[in-house]
């Protein structure tokens, strides 16, 4: 084994027995020992001013209450908007009861019964002296004056001679 | 299961504080931070390599930590448990400023106790050097010796928080301390 063999042995803290008899005789790797220790040393010796460790503490505690401050602010919101949310239902509530709204009409929902066919209607058997005259007045409310529309007259004969029915009908289709 | 659990003595948080810090108890969960904080910010110091993103990192670790009080599945675990997020969150915030351009180390003054100036400025040269040279690392490898040479663990407690096995663990660190080397050895060189 070698010297560069050995120091990777020194760094490796390695405690072999080999390892002790090989520094007692080799002055190189005895100083590699003696560097690395010191090495060691230096890392441990760093000390750190007192006011580093107080100005960390601080922060600390600083951002600590900070945030318990916020934690407290953000409760008492919610608390308050709870407050608020409950105040307006409760005077939604009075406020109804004080003046009921009217009563709503009631649209009953019911399945609508299939409807059946009505039958055809039937005819009425027309006989040859019944006659129907039609005298037709103006239609269209174009065709004269709107507030006054002449009535339509329907004029039926009927089985006796004497008796003739006369029927006024106006524009929109109302008996007069 | 790694051994590297705290207890409740070791760490010096008696089941109460803990108790009340779920409870909301600031002053309970700034005791909590004060027990972890070297933990949590020399690590993302050395991961991270810059003070002001290693305190960004403390900061959101320590967050979820709050977050996450009650749902730890055992306080005992909390060491191990904050070393997992805290690497996360680094690695996050690595690959972020991956995208910035690297910039020159800042922050505080790292402190040196030593007696002896002269070696006193060579341990400061040494770690800024380690330091610069953490930065070129590979994300699992800094993150392995980090936690192994920084924070001491064992290669069983790493690889149970990085998710590795003991032999990936220690191959990572195996490589990483050799390009330490490498790196610290060249800058020698150059400079000296």
Same mark, same amino acid.
């Given at each position: 084994?070698?010297?560069?063999?050995?120091?990777?042995?020194?760094?490796?803290?390695?405690?072999?027995?080999?390892?002790?008899?090989?520094?007692?005789?080799?002055?190189?790797?005895?100083?590699?020992?003696?560097?690395?220790?010191?090495?060691?040393?230096?890392?441990?010796?760093?000390?750190?001013?007192p006011?580093a460790?107080?100005?960390?503490?601080?922060?600390? @505690?600083?951002?600590?209450?900070?945030?318990?401050r916020?934690?407290?602010?953000?409760?008492?919101?919610?608390?308050?908007?709870?407050v608020?949310?409950?105040?307006?239902?409760?005077?939604?509530? @009075?406020?109804?009861?004080?003046?009921?709204?009217?009563?709503?009409?009631?649209?009953?929902?019911?399945?609508?019964?299939?409807?059946?066919?009505?039958?055809?209607?039937?005819?009425?058997?027309?006989?040859?002296?019944?006659?129907?005259?039609?005298?037709?007045?103006?239609?269209?409310?174009?065709?004269?004056?709107?507030?006054?529309?002449?009535? @339509?007259?329907?004029?039926?004969?009927?089985n006796?001679?004497?008796?003739?029915?006369?029927?006024?009908?106006?524009?929109?289709?109302?008996?007069? | #299961?790694?051994?590297?659990?705290?207890?409740?003595?070791?760490?010096?948080?008696?089941?109460?504080?803990?108790?009340?810090?779920?409870?909301?108890?600031?002053?309970?969960?700034?005791?909590?931070?004060?027990?972890?904080q070297?933990?949590?910010? #020399?690590?993302?110091?050395?991961?991270?390599?810059?003070?002001?993103?290693?305190?960004d990192?403390?900061?959101e670790?320590?967050?979820?930590?709050?977050?996450s009080? %009650?749902r730890?599945?055992?306080?005992?675990?909390?060491?191990?448990?904050?070393?997992?997020?805290?690497v %996360?969150?680094? %690695?996050?915030?690595?690959?972020?400023?991956?995208?910035?351009?690297?910039?020159?180390?800042?922050?505080?003054?790292?402190?040196?106790?030593?007696?002896?100036?002269?070696?006193?400025? %060579?341990?400061?040269?040494?770690?800024?050097?380690?330091?610069?040279?953490?930065?070129?690392?590979?994300?699992?490898?800094?993150?392995?010796?980090?936690?192994?040479?920084?924070?001491?663990?064992?290669?069983?407690?790493?690889?149970?928080?990085?998710?590795?096995?003991?032999?990936?663990?220690?191959?990572?660190?195996?490589?990483?301390?050799?390009?330490?080397?490498?790196?610290?050895?060249?800058?020698?060189?150059?400079?000296?």
């Amino acid at each position: 084994m070698n010297c560069p063999e050995w120091e990777r042995e020194i760094a490796g803290e390695s405690e072999s027995v080999a390892l002790e008899e090989h520094l007692q005789v080799c002055g190189q790797c005895r100083d590699f020992a003696r560097e690395l220790e010191l090495n060691r040393a230096a890392l441990r010796t760093g000390e750190i001013h007192p006011a580093a460790f107080d100005a960390v503490r601080l922060r600390v @505690l600083d951002e600590i209450r900070a945030k318990k401050r916020r934690g407290a602010w953000w409760a008492w919101s919610a608390v308050a908007a709870a407050v608020c949310i409950a105040m307006l239902c409760v005077s939604i509530v @009075l406020q109804n009861w004080k003046n009921p709204a009217p009563p709503k009409p009631v649209v009953a929902t019911k399945n609508t019964p299939k409807i059946e066919r009505a039958p055809a209607p039937v005819q009425p058997i027309m006989k040859a002296h019944h006659r129907v005259y039609h005298k037709f007045g103006p239609v269209t409310a174009s065709a004269g004056p709107a507030h006054n529309p002449e009535p @339509l007259v329907v004029k039926m004969l009927t089985n006796d001679p004497n008796v003739i029915i006369i029927w006024l009908v106006d524009q929109k289709g109302d008996s007069l | #299961m790694a051994d590297f659990r705290l207890t409740a003595d070791d760490a010096g948080q008696p089941a109460g504080l803990i108790a009340r810090a779920k409870l909301g108890d600031l002053d309970a969960f700034d005791q909590i931070m004060r027990l972890h904080q070297k933990q949590v910010l #020399m690590t993302a110091l050395r991961i991270l390599g810059n003070m002001e993103d290693a305190q960004d990192a403390a900061q959101e670790t320590f967050l979820r930590l709050y977050k996450s009080l %009650n749902r730890l599945p055992d306080v005992l675990e909390m060491k191990g448990w904050l070393y997992r997020v805290t690497v %996360n969150i680094c %690695n996050d915030v690595h690959r972020q400023r991956g995208r910035r351009k690297t910039e020159p180390l800042t922050g505080p003054e790292p402190v040196s106790s030593h007696a002896d100036p002269e070696k006193a400025w %060579n341990e400061v040269e040494r770690e800024q050097l380690v330091e610069i040279a953490l930065k070129t690392l590979p994300e699992k490898e800094r993150a392995a010796v980090v936690l192994r040479d920084v924070q001491g663990l064992s290669t069983r407690e790493v690889a149970e928080i990085l998710g590795s096995s003991e032999v990936t663990v220690r191959s990572q660190i195996s490589v990483a301390r050799g390009k330490l080397k490498r790196f610290t050895d060249r800058y020698l060189r150059k400079h000296l």
